[in-house]
């Protein structure tokens, strides 16, 4: 099935699965209280599915590829945040595995699409 809206591409699906994950403990009040950590990694989050939004309805390649970069930082920005949610009590070892292995899911998926498209670039080039 082609995809036609980057609502149908299964690496912001997964991205928004993870941004809520992310809401849903940030909602806490101990760690809401850590103003800066919260919004830090909701921003981080939202970012993952934002970067993959934007960079498809741009309809350039070499312009989706980047953006798909930028996603798959904000992927390991929410990674690495989660460890001082873990480190600070804000969320539970539980959390942490389940969230962070929502995480490198979704980075792998978007560095696979990444790669395809690269792929599909040097192709049209030959």
Not at 33 to 39: A, E, I, S, T, V
Request: proline letters at 1%.
């Amino acid at each position: 099935m082609p995809v036609k809206n980057f609502e149908d591409l299964v690496c912001w699906q997964k991205a928004r699965t993870l941004c809520n994950a992310v809401y849903d403990f940030t909602e806490s009040s101990k760690f809401k209280k850590d103003y800066r950590l919260c919004d830090q990694i909701e921003a981080a989050a939202v970012s993952v599915m934002s970067n993959i939004a934007e960079g498809f309805e741009r309809a350039r390649r070499n312009e989706f590829i980047q953006f798909l970069q930028i996603a798959k930082g904000s992927c390991g920005e929410v990674r690495s945040q989660l460890y001082v949610a873990l480190d600070r009590g804000y969320i539970t070892e539980e959390q942490f595995e389940a969230t962070r292995n929502q995480a490198i899911e979704v980075s792998r998926m978007i560095g696979g699409l990444r790669a395809k498209l690269l792929r599909d670039r040097h192709n049209e080039k030959a």
